[in-house]
C-alpha cells in the first residue's frame, strides 16, 4: 500500500530507494539590502528528528539552531540569535603594479 507522502516521481523513487519523504522543520530566509549580496537560505532546530536523513539532503551544520525559551511575550515562546553576514555586491580591488 503507497502511503500519500510517496505519490509522484519524486515519491516513488524515495520508496524504490527505501528513503521516507519527510523533511525537517525549517524556516526560510530571504535576507537582502542594498549594495550587498541577497541570500536565500533555510535554518532547522537542533531537535527534530529528521535532520540526519533529510529527504534533499539540505541540513548542513552551519544551519542547525538552537531556539531558547521566551519568557513575557504571549505571542511567542521561543527565540534565537542568528547572525548573517552578507558580502558586498563590489570589492575594491587593489592591483600591485610592477
Do not use: W
Not at 524556516?27 to 535532520?51: A, C, N, W
Not at 527565540?79 to 555586491?89: D, K
Amino acid at each position: 500500500m503507497l502511503i500519500h507522502e510517496y505519490l509522484g516521481p519524486a515519491g516513488v523513487l524515495l520508496k524504490l530507494l527505501d528513503r521516507h519523504p519527510m523533511r525537517p522543520a525549517h524556516i526560510h530566509l530571504m535576507i537582502s539590502r542594498e549594495g550587498y549580496v541577497p541570500v536565500t537560505t533555510q535554518i532547522f532546530p537542533k531537535d527534530d528528528p529528521y535532520l540526519e536523513t533529510d529527504t534533499v539532503f539540505a541540513v548542513k551544520d552551519d544551519l542547525v539552531v538552537d531556539f531558547k525559551p521566551l519568557q513575557g511575550d504571549p505571542n511567542a515562546t521561543l527565540e534565537l540569535e542568528y547572525n548573517i553576514v552578507l558580502a558586498p555586491t563590489e570589492r575594491e580591488v587593489t592591483v600591485a603594479k610592477f
